[in-house]
């Protein structure tokens, strides 16, 4: 952790936020375990960041690749192969751009959507499953937490989101 000064907010003291960071960091931990435990109900057919370019694609709609590189935050390129593979596993379509010829736009198939249907259940069973073996006085904690968490990360209120917590833009 850096000596710079502390952010602004509630915590208190250097060993507050210390706290605060590994409490989150352990849970970010079990999340991406979910996450890609998930995956497994489809086997290999696709990895993790090829799964978030089909939940964009569910959220979203047809979307043209550098859209999508950019909500992936990775490069064009990237995108490209990215969307290759996945077109080759007949999980998304390219198509003409009806209204600029010149461009093309991804698409889920009736496949991808299964698998993001379906890693999105199995996702929130799991979740569902843990949060259970929880006291109610410890569920709404975490909710407002998460929620205050979320917010002071500026990630959007759960209406715009997929149901995997990827924004729908």
Same mark, same amino acid.
């Given at each position: 952790?850096?000596? *710079?000064?502390?952010?602004?907010?509630?915590?208190?003291?250097?060993? %507050?936020?210390?706290?605060?960071?590994?409490?989150?960091? +352990?849970?970010?931990?079990?999340?991406?375990?979910?996450?890609?435990?998930?995956?497994?109900? @489809?086997? %290999?057919?696709?990895?993790?960041?090829?799964?978030?370019?089909?939940?964009?694609?569910? *959220?979203?709609?047809? +979307?043209?690749?550098?859209?999508?590189?950019?909500?992936?935050?990775?490069?064009?390129? +990237?995108?490209?192969?990215?969307? %290759?593979? /996945?077109?080759?596993?007949? /999980?998304? @379509?390219?198509?003409?751009?009806?209204?600029?010829?010149?461009?093309?736009?991804?698409?889920?198939?009736?496949?991808?959507?299964?698998?993001? %249907?379906? @890693?999105?259940?199995?996702? *929130?069973?799991?979740?569902?499953?843990?949060?259970?073996?929880?006291?109610?006085?410890?569920?709404?904690?975490?909710?407002?937490?998460?929620?205050?968490?979320?917010?002071? *990360?500026?990630?959007?209120?759960?209406?715009?989101?997929?149901?995997?917590?990827?924004?729908?833009?």
């Amino acid at each position: 952790m850096s000596e *710079g000064p502390l952010p602004e907010g509630n915590v208190e003291n250097r060993e %507050d936020l210390s706290a605060v960071v590994a409490a989150v960091l +352990t849970g970010s931990r079990l999340l991406v375990a979910i996450a890609v435990r998930s995956l497994g109900a @489809v086997g %290999d057919k696709v990895t993790l960041p090829q799964f978030r370019m089909l939940v964009v694609l569910a *959220g979203r709609g047809a +979307t043209k690749l550098v859209a999508m590189a950019e909500l992936l935050n990775v490069n064009p390129s +990237t995108a490209m192969r990215m969307a %290759d593979r /996945l077109a080759a596993a007949r /999980l998304i @379509v390219r198509e003409v751009n009806p209204r600029d010829r010149r461009q093309s736009l991804m698409r889920l198939t009736a496949e991808g959507q299964r698998i993001v %249907d379906q @890693v999105t259940a199995r996702r *929130g069973e799991e979740i569902a499953a843990i949060v259970s073996r929880m006291p109610a006085e410890q569920c709404r904690a975490l909710v407002a937490a998460m929620t205050a968490f979320t917010e002071a *990360g500026g990630e959007p209120p759960e209406g715009a989101l997929h149901s995997l917590g990827w924004p729908d833009v």
